[in-house]
């Protein structure tokens, strides 16, 4: 199925500043092809800051973000979504009045090649290519998601969780090579965050796709990361294997204001039970 | 005094009468626009309400002017409270454009009235200013345009001492910075929207007065209300300060251009100037710029 | 419940009319558009293609206002242009007609895309405001440049001739000015089955995402400004050749009022509620001066009042739609299809 290999994201040395505060300070780390990343780190800490420089609706003051190696700090927002880069957003950002299937079909825009004029006439091109895109949205994103039943409902209509997901089928018919999730499953409850986890380790091993996410619930984030980044007021204060950031006393500081690897441990899994 | 500098001054002094009228009716845009956040395109259209309402009491009456003038602004008053309470409210909540183009709808249910009450022609108001002129120096100015900035310039004055000392206009400007806050200070908001039209409305009406006493009254004076709107997009839709500064300035460089250039350049300066306000800053002079977030 | 909107491919799913009855209606207006110029008398027939003049714009518009979210308050300036441009090209060049009103549209076009510049600055209200302001400024243009425009007094032009045929009555005009308006209409509608509409729609309803999948803003914003100022161009150079005389009080304020207003009366971001809101605006006035030739045995000087009951009422249309049925004319016409769901197909 995957076509596409996932790309490799590297954030180096990012710098953001407005005025006077400094909301990113030299952040190196990178997302390394068909992996998971999280980027975890409290409230306030620069991850969803750090989202907007990747994908462009702020540029950094100093440093670079690169994909394969090709430096993309000076691409517009509009520009990354043809080179791969597909994103969700906190707030769901879908267009509610539409029914679910425009949502997934304006995900392939950047990659559709129908001009103005075919677009007047729908004759010919364009019709095939509108062919094509619903029989491959059908196979491939709303089989997968199994969102078949609600493909012509309006998104306004839809649950929360339904939502996220469409939200998710909408990232993956941009035929992304990296998909950032900015908080996943906040606000679901536990069987849409299973469901979600399933997703997502299922677009990375079915599609190749590369995931770099932004994620508060601990439980999933050390679930399924295959590398985890932490941030605290700007600066990145650990990162490894999630079981190495778990033990870091600087994480643990951060979180807890204390340097006790063993209160994190009982936090976290306090979050876990109460989820 | 050479001719060419007493005409400048002339045109000058015609200029400030002129833009004392534009920064008076941009006042009643920004009165309610504060309150609001509504952009009342009707405002043209009450002015010329204003002043057929005046011509009904005075000449249609027989009233005499110091009771037909403050009757027409009590009018423009009354319409202010009705339009507010009728089709305001309803529409809070809804998309500004709808609530804009409701006022649109209103000037031209207003036109139609004025036009089967009163007919399409033109009419004089009854003379209640001599005609004649005043000399400031060497430089002539006919008596209706000093009566008019002298007017102008009183209201805008009461305004002002109103917004800062009257306890009405501090919950109007408690209204325009925050309206949920308004609302949990105990200021009953609702009140306030309904001050803002009234006032608003009637301070329109009573410059039609002033204005239909220099040129006339006729069904399409209310084109005016245009140029006032110009006037507070470039002054700044919030500012006080912007209608005042912005109507001197647009009424002196309408005079400057209708005398220098052309009556026909006065519209393409006043847009162009706009256009350029808008492209370089939207929020105007003096206004408030809102930023927006991701 | 319609239960028979199962497709087998996912051809007839994307198909412009989907459902039995849509198809029917659709082959009634047409035919109805068809045979109306052989059914009604002349005065009809003008009415009939001042409509389909109406419904150009109007659905240009829609493109704009209703679809990209992009309120334009200067669209008669581009029936203008367009008004203009052929009058100019028949009356100095001598062009064939189907080219002057493609170099009308298109010129309109290239005009919108720099009145559109500010939609890169300014949204909503300003930009509804900068179109005024733009409008004013080539109303200004028209009067001046003389040499082109004719100044003040305009330009007269000669019927148009198409295929040899001389456009002098309004049957003939109507052959010329239906075919058109179905064509440009049909092409509105197909551009929300592809990416364009659909880029389109992203933009008005949250620009922010629209970016994150690709869609370059400022460039599909601008497209939308050219596409509608496209069909009022057209638009405007058909009015020139129906009334043979354009001057710069041809196209005044008032008709973008009017324009935007069949918008809102119809129902914005419908193609359908473009079409049924130029219809319906236009006919109005026509019925109202039915009301008052009706009441003028009543009444004194009845046909005094009949140009400000038109104001009056206009105006009335355009608040009584905003604050009672914002969604317009097409959501009535649903509500009346719930009713008769599937009618005359029930079974």
New interface residues.
Partial sequence: MPEARGATLEVDNVTLAFGGLKVLRGVSFAAQAGSVTALIGPNGAGKTSMF?CI?G?YRPSAGTVRLDGQDISRV???????LGM??S?QNI??????TVL?NI??????H?R???L?????LGP??R???AL??EI?RKIIDFLEIDHIRNKPVAMLSYGLQKRVELA?ALA?QPRILLLDEPVAGMNREETEDMARFILDVKDEWGVTILMVEHDMGLVMDISDHVAVLNFGAKIAEGRPEEVQNDPHVAEAYLGSGDPAALMRRLHAEESAA | MSDDLLFFTEVTLAGLGSGALLALTALSFVLIYKATRVINLAVGETLMLGGYLFLAFAAGMGLPVWAALPLAIAGGGVLGAIVERGLIRPMLGKSPISVFMVTVGLGSVLVGLVEMLWGTDPRTLPGFIANTPVFIGEAYVSRKIVVAFIAAALVIGVFLALFRFWRGGVALRATASDQAAAYSCGINVPGVFSIAWIIGCATAAGTGVLLGAIGGISPSMGIFGLSALVVVIVGGLDSILGALIGGLGLGLIQAWTGSYLGGEYQSVVTFGLLIVTLVIRPYGLFGTHEIER? | MIIGTAKET??A??A?LTTRPQQVWMAVLLAGLAVLPFTFNAYWTYLACLVLINVIAATGLNVLTGFTGLVSLGHAAFMAIGAYTVAWLERDIGTPLLLNLLAGGLLAAGIGVIVGLPSLRVKGLYLAIATIAASFILHFVFVEWTAVTGGSAGISLQPGTVFGVALVDYTQLYWLIMPICVLMVT??A??F???????F??IR??D??????????LRYKL?SFA?ASFYAGVAGGLWAYFFRVVTPESFPLLTSIFLLAAVIVGGMGTILGGVIGALFMTLVPELLRFGVELLGPVIPNAGLILSPVRTIVFGALIVGFLVFEPQGLTEIVQRIRRFFRLWPFRT
């Fill in positions: 907007n994908s609706f517009k927002a509009s520009s990354r979504a043809a597909a994103r957003f950002a879908l267009f509610r009045g539409m425009d079909k304006l995900g392939r825009h950047a559709l129908t001009n103005l075919q677009g007047l006439l729908h364009a019709a290519e509108e062919e619903r029989a059908e909408r941009m | 991701l | 996912y051809r799913d994307e412009l092409g509105a197909n551009l089955r592809n990416r364009i509409g659909r880029a729609i992203a309803d949250r922010i995402s629209a970016e994150v999948l690709g869609i370059p803003i497209m596409l």
